[in-house]
Structure formats: C-alpha cells, structure tokens
C-alpha cells in the first residue's frame, strides 16, 4: 500500500484530503506544518506528499527543500490556495501544483496518476 | 583835293557816322544807299544781303526802286546781276545791263527806269556778305575811281553790317539768357510738379514757336527706363500727334541721350505705323541729371512750318538742364513729403500698438485676452477703429478654425448708442481694462454668431481657411462677386466688404481675425489691411504666450492628479493585497465546506438532502469563481512589452476555444489581415483579453451563432486592431456606457470582471477598446494596440 503524507495547517483539508485519499486505497498521515512533516519522515518513509504552501511557522517552499534533502525520489504535489507560488522557481521541484478547491478531483487524479 | 577825293571822303564819313548810331541795320543801310546814290550824283543805289542760309541774295535797301521790293526781291546766288556778284565776288559796270544774259528784269522794282549801273560786293575777309549797286537813268561808264569807291563804301558797309550782326546775336543772346533767367525763375518758384512741367512746356513751345510740347518722365521710383509720366500742352491735334508717336520719340531720346531733330515727322521712321500723321517739325531733348536721362521735352510744329533751327536746339538744350533740377527737385521733394507722411502714421500706428501691446500683456487669460485684443481692434482713436471684429483660432486635433469672440454692435441702435457712449468717455484701452468693462456683456448676439463660425483647414474652404493657410492678409472688396468668399460666410456677417489678417507665430498660423465696417461702410484701405496686419502679428504672440500659459496651467493641473492617481494607487496596491489575503483566506474553508459536501452527496439517500447538498456545491463553485476573477482583475498589470504579431495571438486563442466553440454551435470566421506590422505587446495578457471577448461573445450567444475575429492596421497613428463581432442581441443602450466597470454586469452568472479586465490590459499596453452594436445586430469590440512603426511588418 502507498504511503501519501497530507502536509496542510487546516485541520478539516488534512480530514477532507486523508478521507478522499483513504478511500482511493493509500495509507495516508497528516502534518500540520513544515517541523511536523519533517519529523514525520524522519519515522517513516512516504511515496507522496501533498504540501500546502502557506503555513505558520517553517513556509512550504523551505519544507520542500528540506524534504528533497533526505528523499530526492519524494513525489511532491503542491496545493494551495496562491496561484502565484507557480512562477516560483522553489516549487519547480514538486511534480505538480494543484490551486485548492472544494472539487478534489483534479488533486486526486493527479496524484493516481503520479503513483500509477 | 580833287572832286573825287572829296567826294570819297563825303561818303566814307556820312557812312562811319551812320554806321555809329543807333539806329537798326535796315535804317543803317537805307540811310546809306541815300549818302551813296547822292555822293556818286546818280538816281538810285541800293543793297542786297545775303539770306542766313547763303542760297538767296535778297533786296535789304534802295532808293529809285520800289520801296514794296524791300525784302521781297530776291535771286538766288548765281541768278541775276546781284546773284552772279555775290557768287564771283567781283566788282562789275554795265553801260547796258538790258543787253547782258546774266541781268533779270523784274518789271516791278522799278529798274526800268536805270540806263546803267555798277556793282560791288560787299566783304568779310572771305564771306560775301551782300551786293551793292549804284544805278544810273543815263548811260554811265564808271571810271576806275568809281569803282574804287563804290568797293571802298562796300568794305564800310561790310563793317557796318557786321557790326550791326554782332549787336543782334549780343541782343539775341541776351533776351535768350533773360527768357532763360525768367524761365529758371518761374520752374524754381515751385516744388509741385505739375505746375513745372506747365510751366516749361508753356515757355518753351512759346519761345521757340511750337505748337505743342509734350514732356514724359522716366518712371523714377521703380528704376525702369520706361517713360511715363506725360504731360503735354498746345493745340489739341498737337497732342493726339503726342499721343500717336510722343512714346517712342521719347523712348527712343531717354536711351540714346542723344536729341532728335526732324524735318517732317510724317516722313520720318516714327510716321510708318500710322500714315495719316499730320506733316511737321519735331524735336526733342533729353532732360539730363547727373548723367541720367529723367525723361524728354519734346514740341511739336512750328507757327510757320519751317523746320527747327540749330539755335532753337542750343535753347531748348539749355532750357533742359534747368528744367531736369527743377523736375527732379519737384520729384524728391514729393517723394520726402510722402516718406515724412508714411513716418508720421507709422509713429502713430506704432504708439497704437504699444498701448495695444501694454493692454496685451495685462492678462495671461486666454478669454480676456482675446476680449482686449478685439476691443482694440474695434476702438476709434486708440484702436484700430474697425466696426466688428471676430478672432478665430486653430484647432490642431480638428484642423479647423474656430470662431472664438466677436466683438462689435448687433445693431445699427447699438452702434449709435455703444460708439456715443464711447466718445463721450476718451477712455484709454488701458483705462478699459483696468476698469473692467470691457469685460462685460458677453453674450451679445454678434459673439454667438462669431463663435458659431467652423471652417476646416484646406483651401477649398475660402477666404478664413486660406488667411490662416497661406498666411497672409485679405482685402475683400465685394464678397458677392468674390469666388473665395463662400456664401455661408457672406450670409452670416451680411457685409459684402471686410478683411481678414492671420495670426502668425513662428512661421506658424494660430489664428485668424476678421473686421468689417458695417455700420459706417467706411472702405478698407491698403494701409488699415498693413496695420491689422502688424496688429495680427503682435495679438498673435500675446495669444501664443496665452495658449503655452493655459496649457502650462493643464499640465500642471495633469500632474497634481496624477500624483493624486498615484496616491491612490498605491493605497489602491494596499488594499489589493489585503483584498487578495482575504480571498485566499476563504478559499480554504470553502474547500472543506465544498469537498465534505461532495463526500456527503455519496453518502445520503434522499433527494431533498440531494438537492440542498447540490446548492451548497453550486454556491461553494460560484464564490470559488468569484475569487478566481477578483484575484485576477488584483493581480498587477504591468505588461511585459514584446514585439509580436497580434494574428498569431488569435490564431492561438481560436484554436484553444475551437472544440468549445463547436459544442455551443457558434461557427467562428476569420478575417485576418494577410501581414500586420508588430507590434509591441505582453503576449500572456493579450491573449488573455482576447479570450475574455471570445468568452464574452460566446456568452452572448446561449443559442449558437456566428463570431467573426478581423485583423486589420491602421497608419497615423500606427496601431494594429482586432475585432469580435458577434450575432447575439447587442449590447443594451443603459449598460453601453458601464460594461468596462468592474463588478458590473448583465449576466446571470459569473462576475463581470471579464470586460474590465480586457479593458485594463489594453490600457497598460496604451492601447484603447471600442465598443459598439452593429446595425445588423451583435455587439463588436475593437481593440487597437499602438505599433512602434508601420513600415516594419512581422
């Protein structure tokens, strides 16, 4: 089963996108910021993340880089709310960013496709 | 002493005391043909005297001939005893001169009564100067001793005679020097050429004889040698003669400076281009100063028909030089009054103008200044005195002419009332102004009408159009008869004489002013057309200076709001970046709200929660759209300028929205120009525009329809353009004017950002957007981008 880390500070997307995705058959474990995320990979090793972008305490841009510090094999799928973190180079390494929005489709499929 | 002795001695004495006294020649000889006949104890003597011309000997004295004779008889020289004497200058006694071939009787002097006679003739050295006879009734032979004496008396008589001669041409000269003091008298005693010349041509013609003299002068002003200026007195066929030949005889002297005497005019090479040409003398003179021709005196004819004399020519020569200083004195002293009058009215218009020029510089207002300007134009005294005047300016972006102010009385009542009010006053323009009346009564009828006049730049358009275009002034002497006087403009200032004068600065047309006198119907002369002119020149500068003023005064005014624009931009900026913290803020909730709603409508059953489930998704969807266009209208603008081609813009966007396009039914046509010059443009937000007028007409057409996308450019200014038309209802006539407005729209759906977002990048880019409804119905929008240069193409 593929592991997929939900990296976002708001408490109901880290429900809305851990339930989605369980139901799409990963084992999924939620941060809810950079600090958080880091150490979650220091216990255990992921296929995927999806990292939020703006967040209180170490921003997602820093989070990503540090994340493909320890793991340049990590998937990374950027969703946030700012469309404008696309022009940054920082976010070149994920593999896709994804703008938030009530309909997850686009982020899901994404992601199945991502991890085939 | 013997008798003859004495009798010499008798004669010789009686003829020194005759030759002593006063008496003429004619009385001088008489008395002496008397002393002779008597001293030689004979009936008859007498003497005959050569003619001036030499060819005659003509009878001067006798006594025993007919005293009618005197005069009259004559021979010519060769003819007769006289004439054979005067030509051989011999002495000769004939016993019987009946007998002799060379003697000529001539039955009524009274010879016949003479038996004899003997000759002598009388000498100067060489010169026969005459003949003397003595005639005897009984056969005579004179001894050689008479002869002797009677040559002696002939040497005497020949002193006499010679005397007698230098005492007339001493005479003759004097009475001439005395005619030509009289004459130099009376052509100086007057500085009015016309009274000299009628005074010269008078005196001369009487003088010398003529029946007619013409004088012409050399047209001195402009340098020419044409002669012009005639003047001619005498009999009236005398004159048309003048008038017939006088320019070409006069041509012909002034360039030869040479004089030109003629026997018979009608025989002469002036006669041939008119052979009814009355037959007379001519002769004329140059009029000589300081080595210049100034022109020709010339006289026509002689009392007695007799040719003109080499002495008539040395008087009229000399008459000639006098009468060219008097001429030329009459001419300067003209020509200095005229200048003294030009500088006089030249000072006064000049202190005119200087008072116009202090009331000019009082004001930098445009509207006053033109009001000072006119009031000047129209014053009596210390204006320029016209009766109305309009003042009409350039307007460059229109390139007409504007009627901007009319000054001057509507009506005949108001003129009468205005100009009385004004006399009674001697207000100064200054004292006006300062006063502030002129300022007043705006709204006469006259201002209304100067300001509704519109006249377009080009030459066609008459006379306003061509002052300002060819710079220069017009006097329009009958505006009925005039071609460039359209009928509108004569209809509207019901005048059929005014002037017009363009205000030139720097090379440059700013203006027109117009002025007419309709009320006093006063002309307009040469010289008020110089002055307006002069005063056009110097309102021009002042209204120059007015202009640069009034739009120093705009653009400081543009830039106070563009620093105000500023400021509220950049609160504007501040409150775009709150605005878009708070959108993204909220776009996470609606995530949640939206994304466990979707996992709901899997897990309830009912259709009524179905239905809630699925309005909280449609609003979850149409706020998330809400944010999406707000964060976009927010996001800055400022465009990243590429040269590019606006065609492949839309190519690329048709092609994007083509299967869409398919599915709504809607039949896209392009009409593309084949090349368009680049133009300068941020490719990511025009095609973003585009796609908001696509999307636009799209929307506009719910049932399908047509959307037809041109290219086309434009020269002056260069800018490329690209057209949306569509077929769908048009665009409403209340929403016409608010479509550009953020946050409005007509639409059920969406957030009506679309259109101002199209409309604030084609602003960025300096570019404009039109918008209109076609007759056809459907509504076009016409974007236009600035290109840098139209001769390069992409």
Redesign the interface.
């Known amino acids: 089963m593929k592991k997929i880390l939900v990296v976002d500070d708001e408490e109901n997307i880290r429900l809305l996108y851990k339930e989605e995705l369980e139901d799409m058959g990963y084992e999924v474990t939620t941060a809810a910021s950079g600090d958080e995320a880091l150490a979650a990979m220091e216990a255990g090793k992921f296929d995927l993340v999806t990292l939020d972008m703006r967040m209180p305490g170490l921003p997602g841009i820093e989070t990503l880089r540090r994340m493909k510090e320890k793991d340049n094999s990590l998937r990374v799928v950027i969703s946030t709310a700012y469309e404008d973190y696309k022009h940054d180079f920082g976010s070149w390494c994920s593999d896709a960013y994804i703008v938030k929005s009530s309909d997850t489709t686009a982020l899901l499929e994404t992601i199945k496709k991502i991890l085939g | 002493m013997d008798g003859l002795e004495k009798k010499e001695l008798t004669i010789l004495s009686e003829i020194s005391r005759i030759s002593n006294s006063p008496a003429d020649l004619g009385h001088k000889l008489q008395r002496i043909v008397n002393v002779v006949a008597h001293g030689m104890e004979k009936e008859g003597a007498s003497v005959f005297l050569i003619d001036p011309s030499g060819r005659n000997v003509t009878l001067a004295a006798a006594v025993g001939l007919n005293q009618e004779s005197i005069g009259r008889l004559s021979f010519p020289l060769g003819t007769g005893i006289a004439g054979w004497v005067a030509e051989q200058k011999v002495p000769i006694a004939l016993l019987d001169p009946y007998s002799d071939p060379r003697f000529s009787y001539v039955p009524d002097s009274g010879i016949g009564r003479f038996r004899s006679l003997a000759a002598a003739p009388i000498l100067d050295e060489d010169q026969c100067l005459g003949v003397i006879f003595v005639l005897s009734s009984e056969p005579w032979s004179p001894s050689s001793s008479d002869i002797t004496l009677l040559s002696t008396t002939a040497n005497q008589i020949s002193g006499v005679i010679r005397s007698a001669r230098l005492l007339d041409s001493i005479q003759e000269r004097l009475s001439e020097l005395a005619t030509l003091y009289e004459i130099g008298m009376a052509i100086t005693s007057t500085l009015d050429l016309d009274q000299i010349l009628g005074i010269i041509a008078k005196n001369t013609s009487q003088i010398l004889h003529a029946r007619g003299c013409a004088i012409r002068l050399v047209n001195l002003l402009d340098g020419h040698s044409s002669v012009r200026t005639a003047y001619q007195a005498g009999e009236e066929n005398m004159k048309q003669l003048d008038g017939l030949i006088g320019q070409s005889v006069a041509e012909k002297i002034a360039a030869e400076r040479r004089a030109v005497v003629l026997e018979d005019i009608a025989r002469s090479d002036f006669a041939r281009t008119d052979p009814a040409i009355e037959p007379c003398p001519l002769m004329g003179v140059p009029l000589m100063y300081h080595d210049k021709a100034i022109g020709v005196i010339i006289l026509y004819g002689t009392d007695d028909g007799r040719p003109f004399t080499e002495e008539d020519l040395q008087f009229l020569t000399t008459i000639s030089g006098t009468a060219a200083v008097a001429i030329m004195n009459a001419v300067m002293y003209d020509r200095m009054e005229a200048l003294a009058e030009e500088s006089r009215s030249r000072a006064s218009e000049l202190a005119i103008l200087y008072d116009i020029a202090t009331a000019m510089g009082t004001t930098l207002n445009l509207d006053r200044l033109l009001r000072i300007i006119l009031t000047a134009a129209t014053m009596g005294g210390a204006g320029l005195g016209f009766n109305r005047a309009i003042l009409l300016l350039v307007n460059e972006r229109s390139n007409t002419l504007q009627g901007m102010m009319g000054v001057g009385p509507s009506s005949w009542e108001e003129a009468g009332r205005v100009w009385s009010e004004v006399a009674g006053r001697h207000k100064s323009l200054l004292e006006w102004i300062q006063s502030g009346e002129i300022f007043r009564h705006h709204d006469t009828e006259f201002n209304s009408l100067a300001r509704s006049i519109r006249v377009p730049l080009s030459p066609e358009e008459g006379v306003l159009a061509l002052t300002a275009l060819e710079r220069r002034a017009f006097n329009i002497k009958d505006a009925a008869s005039d071609r460039i006087v359209p009928r509108e403009l004569r209809e509207l200032l019901r005048v059929n004489s005014f002037a017009t004068a363009p205000l030139v600065v720097k090379d440059k047309a700013i203006g027109v002013i117009l002025v007419d006198n309709m009320f006093n119907q006063r002309p307009i002369t040469d010289g008020d057309i110089r002055f307006l002119s002069m005063f056009a020149n110097q309102a021009a500068l002042a209204v120059d200076n007015a202009i640069i003023h009034t739009n120093l005064e705009a653009m400081n005014r543009d830039m106070r709001s563009m620093q105000e624009q500023l400021v509220q931009s950049e609160k504007m900026a501040a409150l775009g970046a709150m605005m878009a913290e708070i959108t993204?803020?909220i776009?996470?909730?609606?995530?949640?709200?939206?994304?466990?709603?979707?996992?709901l409508a899997s897990k309830v059953a009912g259709e009524a929660e179905k239905k809630y489930i699925d309005i909280i998704?449609r609003e979850?969807?149409r706020l998330?759209g809400i944010i999406h266009d707000n964060?976009a209208f927010i996001r800055e603008m400022t465009p990243e300028l590429k040269e590019d081609d606006l065609n492949g813009v839309v190519e690329d966007v048709i092609e994007l929205y083509e299967d869409e396009l398919l599915q709504r039914g809607i039949e896209v046509k392009k009409e593309l120009a084949d090349s368009l010059p680049a133009a300068s443009f941020d490719r990511q937000q025009i095609k973003q525009a585009v796609i908001n007028l696509i999307t636009n007409a799209m929307e506009a057409m719910p049932d399908g329809g047509v959307i037809t996308v041109a290219s086309s450019y434009r020269s002056e200014p260069c800018e490329v353009v690209v057209e949306i038309k569509d077929t769908g209802p048009g665009i409403p006539a209340d929403a016409m004017h608010n479509i550009f407005n953020p946050y409005y729209t007509t639409k059920v759906r969406g957030t009506g950002l679309g259109l101002p977002i199209t409309h604030r990048i084609v602003k960025a880019h300096r570019g404009r957007i039109e918008v209109r409804n076609q007759d056809s119905g459907g509504a076009v929008f016409a974007v236009f981008l600035p290109c840098p240069s139209k001769d390069k193409t992409v």
């Open positions: 993204h803020e776009r996470n909730p609606l995530v949640s709200i939206g994304g466990f709603a979707r996992r998704l979850v969807s998330e964060l």
